[in-house]
């Protein structure tokens, strides 16, 4: 006989920060795939990150936390152990947040009134808390927080750069197509039309042809030219002296 074991259900918690959509939701979906902690989900308003840190016996999510990008807010909810400091959970929370907001600058705007408001008072609750590590933690914060802003400066000169190498990229591209191109035009000459050319240039040079000269003026390759001089002397067209 199997005895019945009651569940204990984690507290939950839950706030929101205004925000602007720059970008879609589709984007963003992209930038996150290379965050395994988290499970993702587009809706058709919204973008949904997901992560389950720990499961009860039945299976259940205990916890966790999830984030849902808006249009035009951030809502963060999250489960917080019985056993556990609220206070510590949300800075835990919140600097997850930061780590994610800092991996889409470019795409969603969170307002920053709202957002540094709501990280001021979760330290200050934090740090009302304690006494001999507030210095401490201050510290760690100012640091997380410095280190967010030089990613997100990071992130802007990277998007320039970016964008940037982007547009000379396609340049180069369609130059190499157009070289491609004047290559196989000038590939083009007929052996016979070459031969004729081969003649005439001899003729013209005292019965000599510098290769190099001759395939600069025609824009033709040297080895297609050798490759005519070889076949124009088995068919005794011509012949080497010297």
């Not at 408001?117 to 304690?130: C, F, H, M, R, W």
């Not at 000379?168 to 157009?178: G, I």
């Amino acid at each position: 006989m199997v005895e019945n074991v009651g569940t204990v259900e984690p507290k939950i918690s839950e706030f929101s920060i205004k925000g602007t959509l720059l970008g879609d939701f589709s984007a963003m979906s992209n930038r996150f795939s290379t965050l395994q902690m988290f499970s993702i989900k587009i809706n058709h308003d919204s973008l949904v990150l997901l992560t389950v840190e720990s499961r009860d016996i039945q299976k259940n999510p205990f916890l966790f936390f999830i984030i849902t990008f808006k249009a035009d807010s951030i809502e963060v909810k999250y489960s917080i152990a019985l056993d556990t400091s609220e206070k510590m959970r949300r800075i835990y929370v919140v600097k997850n947040l930061l780590s994610v907001l800092s991996l889409v600058t470019d795409l969603y705007s969170p307002d920053p009134v709202s957002l540094y408001q709501y990280v001021d008072s979760s330290i200050d609750e934090l740090t009302g808390s304690l006494s001999q590590s507030y210095s401490a933690l201050f510290n760690n914060y100012d640091s997380l927080f410095n280190e967010y802003r030089e990613l997100k400066r990071l992130n802007i000169e990277l998007a320039s750069s970016n964008k940037n190498l982007t547009a000379q990229a396609t340049e180069l591209s369609a130059q190499n197509n157009e070289l491609t191109e004047r290559l196989k035009q000038l590939e083009t000459y007929s052996d016979e039309s070459l031969m004729v050319m081969i003649e005439e240039w001899i003729d013209s040079h005292n019965n000599t042809i510098d290769l190099a000269e001759f395939a600069k003026t025609y824009r033709i390759t040297i080895p297609r030219v050798e490759q005519m001089l070889n076949k124009m002397v088995s068919m005794s067209y011509i012949e080497l002296k010297g």
